[in-house]
């Protein structure tokens, strides 16, 4: 079955260092990842997809079909990146269903 | 322009009763999904339209849930004889095709008392 895993509830760093939220999938196919963000009371946002390849408030996240995983990294973590991140699946064409992780909650700390 | 709106944004109800969820959709866009997110989890697939048709209902948990979209815009969420394990906050999510990006609403927040 398709799954979405993030190992972290709660990941917690100080303002200017770098941070690493884990995803990992469960998919034989060719998937679409996504992360999207929840800011404290907004609604959820996407904030990147693998196939576009952008780099989205300073976060990154390649895909790595061999490790099944989709990790979001940014080099300098910010105090207005504290936020919930959830990874997303899809398994794409007229399947437009996401797969959820259970999210990390990410606090910068100044 | 205007967001994916829904309504209400509570609701609190009592076992057995029934509850109608709105979702208003941003104008144009063609699909349409249902997520229910209880705490501490992320979203969990209920529902998804392509138009007036269900296109994969396959999330539903069992048929007391039941959801329409008629002239292929806003859509509503039916739950029949609530259930206190019902309780989560529903969200709708819209896109302009199913390949597209999806906008979230704010959802919905179920409570069964």
């Known amino acids: 079955a398709q799954r979405v895993t993030q190992p972290e509830k709660l990941l917690s760093v100080f303002k200017g260092a770098p941070v690493e939220l884990k995803c990992n999938y469960s998919?034989?196919?060719?998937?679409?990842l996504f992360w999207y963000v929840q800011y404290s009371r907004q609604r959820l946002q996407l904030l990147l997809r693998h196939i576009s390849r952008e780099s989205i408030k300073g976060f990154t996240a390649d895909l790595n079909k061999g490790e099944t995983s989709f990790h979001l990294k940014k080099p300098f973590a910010q105090e207005e990146d504290s936020a919930m991140y959830y990874c997303?699946?899809?398994?794409?064409?007229?399947?437009?269903?996401?797969?959820f992780g259970k999210g990390t909650k990410l606090s910068v700390k100044p | 322009g205007a967001g994916v709106s829904q309504t209400p944004s509570n609701k609190v109800t009592e076992k057995g009763k029934y509850v109608e969820l709105r979702c208003d959709p941003i104008?144009?866009?063609?699909?349409l999904y249902w997520y229910r997110q209880s705490l501490g989890q992320g979203p969990e697939f209920l529902i998804y339209?392509?138009?007036?048709?269900?296109?994969?209902d396959s999330g539903l948990p069992n048929d007391r849930f039941f959801a329409v979209r008629p002239e292929g815009s806003v859509s509503t969420l039916k739950i029949q004889r609530t259930e206190r394990g019902d309780s989560a906050v529903y969200l709708c999510a819209s896109s302009r095709t199913a390949d597209y990006e999806q906008y979230f609403g704010p959802g919905t927040r179920l409570t069964v008392t």
């Open positions: 997303a699946l899809s398994l794409g064409g007229s399947q437009g269903n996401l797969i």
């Open positions: 104008s144009g866009h063609t699909a």
């Open positions: 339209f392509q138009g007036t048709g269900a296109a994969d």
């Open positions: 998919y034989s196919g060719s998937p679409e």
